[in-house]
T-cell receptor, first 113, second 117 residues
Framework: GQNIDQPTEMTATEGAIVQINCTYQ??????LFWYQQHAGEAPTFLSY????GLEEKGRFSSFLSRSKGYSYLLLKELQMKDSASYLC??????????????FGKGTKLSVIP | DTGVSQDPRHKITKRGQNVTFRCDPI?????LYWYRQTLGQGPEFLTY????????KSRLLSDRFSAERPKGSFSTLEIQRTEQGDSAMYLC???????????????FGPGTRLTVL
């Protein structure tokens, strides 16, 4: 089975740095994704890690440790528009050839002035 | 290409009615996925198409649900005899054939929000 845990809510100040953690226990692993989802909108791809280490993309970075079943998303220079839910998802190839994403419940980030 | 599109964006129906949603993936993406998302939860996988073949279905997909992708391009998801528990956001995502042995990024459409009264 798949078990993905991330904090339910976080609050951070505009201009600051925030780290959103994700731990997972899965029966298969082919990569970890982070998506951003504003209320009422579709998830938008942010980052993808398949090997251990840090991937940096502008203000966003994501880290993965496969041995620990752990990832985090780091957001720097927070802006008000970063207020959204952040979804951690584990990818797994199934026997039928699909690449399924199993999502956590998401972390609702509120950025305050 | 403007991304994955879904129609309608919102649907309100009465219990017992049938509804059908449409998804147009990014052109040239041969993989198409349907997910369902309820409030406070992440999306849950429903079914997967590679071209026109439906290769996988979740146990969440009851007999009242059927999905098609007749020409390997757009897809439809039909729910028969809707129940209040079907109320959710139905998301479609597409991805190209992975370039490596690892998976590839799925791009989501805006979703269809279904409300069953």
């Amino acid at each position: 089975g798949q078990n993905i845990d991330q904090p339910t809510e976080m609050t951070a100040t505009e201009g600051a740095i925030v780290q959103i953690n994700c731990t997972y226990q899965t029966s298969g692993f082919n990569g970890l994704f982070w998506y951003q989802q504003h209320a009422g909108e579709a998830p938008t791809f942010l980052s993808y890690n398949v090997l251990d280490g840090l991937e940096e993309k502008g203000r966003f970075s994501s880290f993965l440790s496969r041995s620990k079943g752990y990832s985090y998303l780091l957001l720097k220079e927070l802006q008000m528009k970063d207020s959204a839910s952040y979804l951690c998802a584990v990818g797994k190839e199934s026997g039928a050839g699909s690449y399924q994403l199993t999502f956590g419940k998401g972390t609702k980030l509120s950025v305050i002035p | 290409d403007t991304g994955v599109s879904q129609d309608p964006r919102h649907k309100i129906t009465k219990r017992g009615q049938n509804v059908t949603f449409r998804c147009d993936p990014i052109s040239e993406h041969n993989r198409l996925y349907w997910y369902r998302q309820t409030l406070g939860q992440g999306p849950e996988f429903l079914t997967y198409f590679q071209n026109e073949a439906q290769l996988e279905k979740s146990r969440l997909l009851s007999d009242r649900f059927s999905a098609e992708r007749p020409k390997g391009s757009f897809s439809t998801l039909e729910i028969q005899r809707t129940e209040q528990g079907d109320s959710a956001m139905y998301l479609c995502a597409s991805s190209p054939t992975p370039r490596t042995s690892y998976g590839d990024t799925q791009y989501f459409g805006p979703g269809t929000r279904l409300t069953v009264l």
